[in-house]
């Protein structure tokens, strides 16, 4: 299935149907009054957030969507049927905003949420309501109004217990795969994984937490180079945040070096995302030639003061302990904030 994390769309809500110009006419009523009944509300468009949804895929083909108009009044005074509301689902952690402020419309993180993005327009009345002692024989109705028109920018953004950073090949998919069933693809070159990838991980009693593989990340991934900006947005609902390090990268005496450059990227990419709690992990232990210098590694990471852990994820080796740190943060720290499904209906 293809993973589609933005699109622009336009939403437009039904016309209202027109007033309705009529009089009565019935045998043996000369001069029946005004009947004209009124034009129905046109349907308002909807964005519902659905767990059966997992990418803005259904967006991509078609960018304008229109809930149906309201059915003209009639004569008899009836009033013209309304549209129906035109629903679409979107993944749960999809994120409304105005395309040109980049402002926050809504934000459909809960599964069922709905925000109504543009309403329908009202019906006409028709010539009955404008009777008046000065006015006995309106031969006039409103016409129905437009339905609301908006562009929206959709912008995914998965929600997950713990995120997996680091640079490309560092080893994340492999872990995941390791630890979940998910089966991304794997391979020994830099940006094997494309799109973010979830996977559910059980560990004994504990409750099954998210883990979120997204695709690595370059120096200069908060200006966007390598679409970093991209994946970094996926990151920020995570609630955790696991550290990745390929040990068979450090060089030299700069042990913290790779660490410091991740880093960097996450605190200049947000507030947020800097004071996200975090695991280290150094990866690749089995390629370790010299057990010293994983010690010294290994020192130099726990002095920047998070738990560090040694794996191979290739070989399953130390991740028992690294899913009893994981589940034991996550019991800790804040389950994810509320977010606002209807903003308009709040105000
Ligand atoms: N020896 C060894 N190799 C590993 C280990 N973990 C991952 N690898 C290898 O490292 C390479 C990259 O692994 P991936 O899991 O694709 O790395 P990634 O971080 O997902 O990379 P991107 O998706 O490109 O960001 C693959 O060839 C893996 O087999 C490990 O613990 N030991
Ligand atoms: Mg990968």
Redesign the pocket.
């Known amino acids: 299935m293809k993973f589609v994390d933005e699109v622009s769309i336009r939403l437009v809500g039904g016309r209202g149907g027109s007033g309705c110009v009529s009089f009565r006419r019935e045998k043996y009523v000369p001069k029946g009054g005004p009947d004209g009944g009124d034009g129905g509300r046109g349907g308002d468009v909807i964005l519902e957030a659905s767990d059966k949804k997992h990418t803005l895929l259904d967006f991509r083909h078609r960018s304008v969507f229109r809930a149906p108009a309201g059915a003209h009044g009639q004569g008899q005074n009836r009033h013209g049927r309304s549209g129906d509301d035109l629903i679409l689902q979107v993944p749960v952690g999809t994120v409304a905003k105005d395309p040109r402020t980049e402002q926050v419309l809504a934000d459909l993180s809960v599964n069922g949420c709905r925000w109504t993005a543009a309403r329908g327009g009202l019906g006409g009345k028709g010539n009955a309501h404008f009777v008046s002692s000065t006015h006995r024989v309106p031969r006039f109705a409103q016409e129905g109004q437009e339905g609301e028109d908006l562009e929206v920018l959709l912008e995914l953004k998965l929600i997950a217990d713990a995120g997996l950073v ?10 995941i795969a390791s630890v979940s069933a998910a089966r ?10 494309l799109v973010p990838n979830l996977g559910v991980v059980r560990h004994k009693d504990y409750p099954p937490f998210v883990m979120a ?1 997204v ?2 990340l370059l120096e200069g991934a908060h200006r966007g180079t390598g679409l970093g900006t991209r994946f970094l947005r996926h990151l920020e609902r995570c609630r955790i945040l696991v550290h ?1 390090i ?1 040990i068979t990268q450090v060089t030299g005496k700069d042990y913290l070096g790779a660490f410091r450059r991740i880093e960097r990227e996450l605190s200049l990419y947000s507030k947020e995302m800097e004071k996200k709690r975090r695991i280290v992990v150094l ?5 370790a030639t010299d057990p010293d210098a994983l010690e010294e590694i290994f020192r130099a990471h726990q002095e920047a003061g998070y738990p560090v852990f040694r ?5 399953r080796k130390g991740l028992e302990e690294l899913l009893e740190c994981i589940t034991s943060l996550l019991r800790d720290s804040e389950p994810f904030e509320q977010p606002f499904c209807d903003r308009r209906e709040e105000g």
């Open positions: 680091g640079f490309p090949n560092a080893g994340k998919s492999t872990l991304p693809k794997i391979a020994d070159y830099p940006f094997t994984t593989d695709p690595g990745l390929d990866n690749k232990v089995d390629l794996v191979s994820a290739l070989k």
